[in-house]
């Protein structure tokens, strides 16, 4: 099993650019997640998901949006790239129960 | 709403113990986890600890939970320098039917020779 996996790695773009973040997890969890980590500032979630077809807004939500098309899948978008959005960006899943979260490598992503 | 607190940073000699607190408010929580996450990678799940449990020993780390007052500690005995990483607490509430976890924001825990 390959667990969680995000792509790409890194990525840096223009102010203004658009961009998609891609997770997938092959545990079929039911629950998604994606956090951006920020030095002193720990984990922020920014969407989650419960389900194929379902997202909800986390702590961060602003400038960002997520589908759910696919159980395995979880994208996440930034229509209009800011430098404010410079982080690293991890993915997360989870089943219901014991919840502990399957965490992907992460996306460090730069804004210039 | 909930929150979860960690101190920033904690420093110890190779061989020595170390203690990572956590205290939590959230007094519905039915998990309380701690996760590792190393350099350059996403955090790895150690341990965790149901709510109706006092104490988890497993090899060289020891969770002890004091539902009373709120405080969630991990220990970790024998450090190595292979220990030195950012240790999160995180809780999951039972009420309202969610699951979704609350991070403390890290402790980075420095090993030295």
């Known amino acids: 099993n390959a667990g969680v996996t995000q792509t790409p790695k890194f990525r840096v773009l223009k102010t203004g650019q658009s961009m998609t973040l891609l997770c997938a997890q092959d545990m079929n969890h039911e629950y998604m997640y994606w956090y951006r980590q920020d030095p002193g500032m720990g984990l922020r979630l920014i969407h989650y998901?419960?389900?194929?077809?379902?997202?909800a807004k986390g702590e961060v939500p602003d400038g960002y949006n997520v589908s759910r098309l696919k159980k395995q899948n979880f994208l996440l978008g930034l229509e209009s790239a800011a430098p404010s959005q410079t982080s690293v960006y991890f993915c997360a899943s989870s089943n219901r129960g014991r919840g502990e979260q399957f965490f992907g490598p992460g996306t460090r992503l730069t804004v210039l | 709403g909930e929150d979860v607190e960690q101190s920033l940073f904690l420093s110890v000699r190779e061989g020595d113990s170390s203690v990572i607190n956590c205290t939590y408010t959230?007094?519905?929580?039915?998990?309380l986890y701690w996760y590792k996450q190393e350099p350059g990678a996403g955090l790895q799940l150690l341990t965790y600890?149901?709510?109706?449990?006092d104490m988890k020993q497993d090899q060289r780390l020891t969770v002890l939970l004091n539902k009373k007052d709120k405080h969630l500690s991990l220990r970790i005995a024998d450090t190595q320098t292979g220990d030195s990483a950012i240790y999160f607490c995180a809780e999951t509430p039972s009420s309202g039917g969610s699951y979704i976890p609350t991070f403390g924001r890290g402790t980075s825990l420095i090993v030295h020779p």
């Open positions: 998901s419960v389900g194929e077809g379902t997202t």
């Open positions: 600890i149901f709510s109706n449990m």
């Open positions: 959230d007094s519905s929580s039915t998990y």
